[in-house]
């Protein structure tokens, strides 16, 4: 299994960054799919979440209304844009998905993991 982001880089404040999340290999459903967070000296922040049934997606509240999370028909690849990105959203930005019930990635665990893109909103 294998998941590998991508659209990471430098960005001023106010400006939007989409990243893309590939995923291969997988034999099991995905259950749901996700991103989060880390930045330097903290730790990781759970972002956003879609189910792959139904679409339906979750957000951090410190994201909500900024960050959109979308994927494609086939769930083999999903998405967040960024929108008006602050310095505070600086960070390495992994996606995640789940494949066993429940989903818990906004409890900070998933079965799989990317290696991360950076994002540097200065």
């Known amino acids: 299994v294998q998941l590998v982001e991508s659209g990471g880089g430098l960005v001023q404040p106010g400006g939007s960054l989409r990243l893309s999340c590939t995923a291969s290999?997988?034999?099991?459903?995905?259950?749901?799919m996700g991103w989060f967070r880390q930045a330097a000296g903290k730790e990781r922040e759970w972002v956003a979440t879609?189910?792959?049934?139904?679409?339906?997606?979750q957000y951090a509240d410190s994201v909500k209304d900024r960050f959109t999370i979308s994927k494609g028909d086939d769930s083999e690849t999903w998405y967040l844009q960024m929108d008006s990105l602050k310095p505070e959203d600086t960070a390495m930005y992994s996606c995640?998905?789940?494949?066993?019930?429940?989903?818990?990635?906004?409890?900070?665990?998933?079965?799989?993991w990317g290696q991360g893109t950076q994002v540097t909103v200065s």
């Open positions: 879609i189910f792959r049934k139904t679409g339906g997606t």
């Open positions: 995640a998905a789940h494949v066993t019930f429940p989903c818990s990635l906004s409890d900070g665990r998933s079965d799989y």
């Open positions: 290999g997988f034999t099991y459903v995905k259950l749901c």
